[in-house]
């Protein structure tokens, strides 16, 4: 690179002039001692510093090849006269000057000296090499002395331990490294012993937890030999524990007609199914038998071979017992059931005979009444002053208020008595009837009634008619006072069933009475506010009884109603 910018840079112009190779060739000979002849050219092939040397005809044959064929450095062997050319290519080219200043320098070295060099080297190497073998080898001979006693005192202390001595101490070594061996070594121990000590009293807790249940607990081989049973299972078929030295098969512990039965199971176990408790009959030692439930899982080592099984025996002796006892409470408890419910049958249906023969009976009186107050009222029309006719008007309007609760209370019964007939029915074509009935009842009022989306129900179309129409009623007669009254029936869906309802909103009434709406002649407002006998709710309530449904309402003073009530049941 310094060659190169000395020959471009104009600052070094006077310095080229003057430039000699000559001490360079010299440098580089004194360098390489194997370089033999190093001449320098120019690209017209005069030798620099040399100017009587003659190229040969090789010398042309490369410069050639090398100035218009190949400019890059060139090695030639010449085996011969054992000795390798190096042409050296030093490009100097530049577009900005015409002349090319490049030089080219044939190195020439003697390969017969650098063999002999390498030679004479690699034999040095060979004797180093030897050497250093054999002072290994010595080396070794006295390392292997110092260390084997050591290791073999080390080897000897972990094969006593390792043959169950694990009180037998480690004894101290010499060298740092065998001696913190040493020193891991007893640690390992001592934390070995620890787990140990610990795995003894886990077994112990274990083994007394087993023996003291009152349970049986056993386990088995694969061929179903009884190996262990704790003292509950040994008491409980009345066996002792020099019994189970004779090799006592499980199934011989269970009547014969239960073995082929836990014989399967014993086999679905052993070849790692998953079973649940069965209940057998046991046999005891003396033939006696029991009833006794088996729980059993296979016993498996850590690679999964299975050993066979370990399960529990439990006496359900008493739990049968009770069973039985429970299986008479209940049948006892059924014939009392029924004959209460016949009881109760019997008096709801004189009841309900009773309420509809005093409502019937009561009906005629009432229409002599209503008839002669009538015809006392027209006839003496003109003789009665004020206060007179007054009276007339309240013993006829308390008679009307009676026949109401009379059509309630006979409407109650039939509710009761009448059987029910049910079927899948749309509920909207109803509705809609009942609500042109009602809006032709009221002319003068303009009310918004909207009927939603409504499922098919299971129901009677007569009784549910009549649930519309005491509610839908309901709601038109609570949103007279309301300037803009709007009714809304629908359905919605709440925890997979079917809810319907009826919103109003109307003057509503306080939740503390929410319970109260539906029993009978209870009435939230007075007679002369709003009309009705106070069993419209009964009625509606009693139906979705019937059908197995419940029925609640949800409202706020002035705010209106909303009567939801689910209708239950299927074919």
Same mark, same amino acid.
């Given at each position: 690179?310094?060659?190169?910018?000395?020959?471009?840079?104009?600052?070094?112009?006077?310095?080229?002039?003057?430039?000699?190779?000559?001490?360079?060739?010299?440098?580089?000979?004194?360098?390489?001692?194997?370089?033999?002849?190093?001449?320098?050219?120019?690209?017209?092939?005069?030798?620099?510093?040399?100017?009587?040397?003659?190229? /040969?005809?090789?010398?042309?044959?490369?410069?050639?090849?090398?100035?218009?064929?190949?400019? /890059?450095?060139?090695?030639?062997?010449?085996?011969?006269?054992?000795?390798?050319?190096?042409?050296?290519?030093?490009?100097?080219?530049?577009?900005?000057?015409?002349?090319?200043?490049?030089?080219?320098?044939?190195?020439?070295?003697?390969?017969?000296?650098?063999?002999?060099?390498?030679?004479?080297?690699?034999?040095?190497?060979?004797?180093?090499?030897?050497?250093?073998?054999?002072?290994?080898?010595?080396?070794?001979?006295?390392?292997?002395? =110092?260390?084997?006693?050591?290791?073999?005192?080390?080897?000897?202390?972990?094969?006593?331990?390792?043959?169950?001595?694990?009180?037998?101490?480690?004894?101290?070594?010499?060298?740092?490294?065998?001696?913190?061996?040493?020193?891991?070594?007893?640690?390992?121990?001592?934390?070995?012993?620890?787990?140990?000590?610990?795995?003894?009293?886990?077994?112990?807790?274990?083994?007394?937890?087993?023996?003291?249940?009152?349970?049986?607990?056993?386990?088995?081989?694969?061929?179903?030999?009884?190996?262990?049973?704790?003292?509950?299972?040994?008491?409980?078929?009345?066996?002792?524990?020099?019994?189970?030295?004779?090799?006592?098969?499980?199934?011989?512990?269970?009547?014969?007609?239960?073995?082929?039965?836990?014989?399967?199971?014993?086999?679905?176990?052993?070849?790692?199914?998953?079973?649940?408790?069965?209940?057998?009959?046991?046999?005891?030692?003396?033939?006696?038998?029991?009833?006794?439930?088996?729980?059993?899982?296979?016993?498996?080592?850590?690679?999964?071979?299975?050993?066979?099984?370990?399960?529990?025996?439990?006496?359900?002796?008493?739990?049968?017992?009770?069973?039985?006892?429970?299986?008479?409470?209940?049948?006892?408890?059924?014939?009392?059931?029924?004959?209460?419910?016949?009881?109760?049958?019997?008096?709801?249906?004189?009841?309900?005979?009773?309420?509809?023969?005093?409502?019937?009976?009561?009906?005629?009186?009432?229409?002599?009444?209503?008839?002669?107050?009538?015809?006392?009222?027209?006839?003496?029309?003109?003789?009665?002053?004020?206060?007179?006719?007054?009276?007339?008007?309240?013993?006829?309007?308390?008679?009307?208020?009676?026949?109401?609760?009379?059509?309630?209370?006979?409407?109650?019964?039939?509710?009761?008595?009448?059987?029910?007939?049910?079927?899948?029915?749309?509920?909207?074509?109803?509705?809609?009837?009942?609500?042109?009935?009602?809006?032709?009842?009221?002319?003068?009022?303009?009310?918004?009634?909207?009927?939603?989306?409504?499922?098919?129900?299971?129901?009677? /179309?007569?009784?549910?008619?009549?649930?519309?129409?005491?509610?839908i009623g309901n709601a038109v007669k609570f949103t007279r006072?309301?300037?803009?009254?709007?009714?809304?029936?629908?359905?919605?869906?709440?925890?997979?069933?079917?809810?319907?309802?009826?919103?109003?909103?109307?003057?509503?009434?306080?939740?503390?009475?929410?319970?109260?709406?539906?029993?009978?002649?209870?009435r939230l407002h007075k007679p002369d506010e709003f009309e009705?006998?106070?069993?419209?709710?009964?009625?509606?309530?009693?139906?979705?009884?019937?059908?197995?449904? =419940?029925?609640?309402?949800?409202?706020?003073?002035?705010?209106?109603?909303t009567f939801y009530f689910t209708l239950n049941g299927s074919?």
């Open positions: 690179y310094i060659l190169e910018l000395g020959l471009k840079a104009e600052q070094f112009e006077g310095e080229r002039r003057e430039l000699t190779y000559t001490s360079v060739v010299d440098q580089v000979r004194e360098f390489n001692p194997y370089l033999g002849e190093a001449i320098l050219f120019q690209k017209q092939k005069r030798a620099i510093g040399n100017p009587s040397y003659i190229l /040969t005809t090789e010398d042309h044959t490369i410069l050639d090849y090398i100035l218009w064929e190949n400019r /890059t450095s060139q090695e030639v062997r010449d085996n011969e006269k054992k000795r390798t050319i190096f042409w050296q290519v030093i490009d100097m080219r530049d577009s900005r000057y015409a002349s090319d200043m490049s030089i080219f320098a044939k190195l020439t070295y003697n390969d017969e000296l650098l063999t002999s060099q390498l030679n004479q080297l690699a034999l040095m190497h060979a004797v180093v090499a030897l050497l250093v073998i054999v002072s290994a080898g010595f080396l070794a001979i006295l390392v292997s002395r =110092k260390l084997s006693r050591p290791i073999e005192q080390l080897v000897e202390d972990v094969d006593t331990i390792a043959g169950g001595d694990l009180d037998h101490k480690v004894r101290p070594v010499s060298g740092y490294e065998l001696s913190n061996l040493a020193e891991k070594i007893q640690f390992m121990i001592e934390k070995l012993k620890e787990q140990i000590r610990e795995c003894e009293i886990k077994e112990k807790r274990f083994t007394d937890l087993v023996q003291h249940l009152p349970q049986g607990v056993f386990e088995a081989d694969s061929a179903g030999t009884i190996m262990y049973a704790n003292p509950a299972a040994v008491d409980l078929f009345g066996y002792t524990p020099e019994d189970l030295k004779e090799k006592i098969n499980i199934l011989d512990v269970l009547v014969p007609e239960d073995r082929f039965r836990a014989q399967e199971n014993f086999k679905a176990v052993i070849h790692g199914d998953k079973t649940e408790g069965g209940e057998y009959t046991g046999l005891r030692k003396d033939g006696s038998s029991f009833p006794i439930l088996i729980y059993n899982t296979a016993r498996k080592v850590d690679g999964g071979t299975v050993l066979g099984s370990r399960g529990t025996i439990i006496d359900i002796s008493r739990l049968k017992d009770i069973e039985r006892e429970i299986r008479q409470l209940n049948i006892d408890l059924e014939r009392r059931v029924a004959h209460r419910t016949m009881e109760l049958e019997q008096a709801t249906s004189e009841m309900e005979a009773f309420t509809y023969s005093v409502s019937h009976d009561l009906r005629a009186p009432l229409r002599s009444i209503e008839g002669y107050s009538f015809i006392l009222q027209e006839s003496s029309k003109s003789r009665l002053d004020a206060k007179e006719q007054h009276y007339i008007d309240v013993v006829r309007k308390n008679i009307a208020l009676m026949d109401n609760l009379i059509n309630g209370l006979l409407s109650l019964s039939r509710i009761g008595r009448q059987d029910l007939s049910r079927e899948w029915i749309d509920p909207k074509p109803h509705i809609i009837e009942v609500v042109a009935e009602m809006l032709e009842q009221v002319p003068d009022r303009h009310i918004e009634i909207s009927v939603g989306d409504l499922p098919q129900c299971y129901a009677d /179309t007569v009784m549910l008619r009549q649930l519309y129409v005491n509610l006072d309301t300037s803009k009254p709007r009714i809304e029936i629908g359905a919605l869906e709440r925890e997979a069933e079917t809810v319907y309802y009826v919103q109003d909103n109307g003057i509503g009434f306080e939740m503390k009475y929410a319970d109260q709406i539906f029993r009978p002649f209870q009705g006998s106070g069993i419209g709710l009964t009625i509606v309530e009693r139906i979705v009884r019937r059908h197995g449904g =419940k029925i609640w309402a949800e409202s706020e003073p002035g705010k209106g109603a074919p």
